[in-house]
């Protein structure tokens, strides 16, 4: 996925598509949590949350607490490009997904898997995941997508940071960012918009990101971030265990990590 998007960029694909792209892939995977390799709230049933942002435009548009979609991301996108709106949710985000077409999971105890390195007796813990992307296109365009089905065990109709547009993503002209981690803290700490923000203000993104995570940590929470500038900086910092992650670009190829780099 992150070459098919590599060469997808060197085609001429937008940000915005790349971010969509990669994001729908790891949401189909069942490999994250997310999408397929999400968990049911404590009622019983899979909610899901994503959000998407087009960096030049300031377009956003997201899901929260939708039911029965494979594809959040793509009904974020779909919000964002065919409603005045930026986010639906729980029971209007599903009628609008099905009026658009979108696909929906005919039978959810089928469809829905524990994702890698989760376990049965572990879904009632306060475990949690999130895929998100980020990219920079030829035409210097910045973009960000975040999709969640948010922490094992949480309450129906719980939203976490993931599809909200300024603390699980954000883009703009200097920065596009995507945010992993316990929702509640990253919200509590100003998440994705607050490291835009410092950027805007002449801070590096590594410091910027790094007073965010060490907020978040204060808080009592962790997580990471990934983003990347319009100079082509990338950067995937984190101060929880671990972070599966992957980068490429026009002149470096493609690196993928969990542990170490980063981890502090
Ligand atoms: N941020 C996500 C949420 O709270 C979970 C995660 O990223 O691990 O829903």
Known sequence: MTEASKARLEAGASALDIVEYAVAEMESSGLYVAGRGSAPNTAGYVELDASIMNGATREAGAVAAIVGVVN???????????????MLAGHGALAFARKQGFEEVSDPGAYYVLPVGVY????????????????????????????TGGTFGKLEGRVGDSPMIGAGTWADDDIAISCTGTGEH???????????????????????????????????????????????NIVMTYNSEGMKRASVSSDTPVS???????SH
């Open 72 to 86: 959040p991301i793509r009904v974020a996108r779909r919000v964002m490009q065919a409603t005045p709106h930026v």
């Open 120 to 147: 049965e007796n572990e879904v009632h813990e306060q475990k949690h995941g999130t895929v998100g992307a980020v990219a920079l296109d030829l035409s210097g365009g910045l973009a960000a997508a975040t999709s």
């Open 186 to 232: 990253i919200i509590r700490a100003g998440g994705a918009i607050s490291v835009a923000h410092k950027v805007r203000a002449g801070a590096t993104p590594e410091a910027a990101i790094d007073e965010m995570l060490a907020e978040v940590r204060r808080l009592g929470g962790d997580g990471g971030v990934i983003a990347v500038t319009p100079d082509g």
């Open 256 to 262: 993928v990590a969990t542990f170490e780099v980063g």
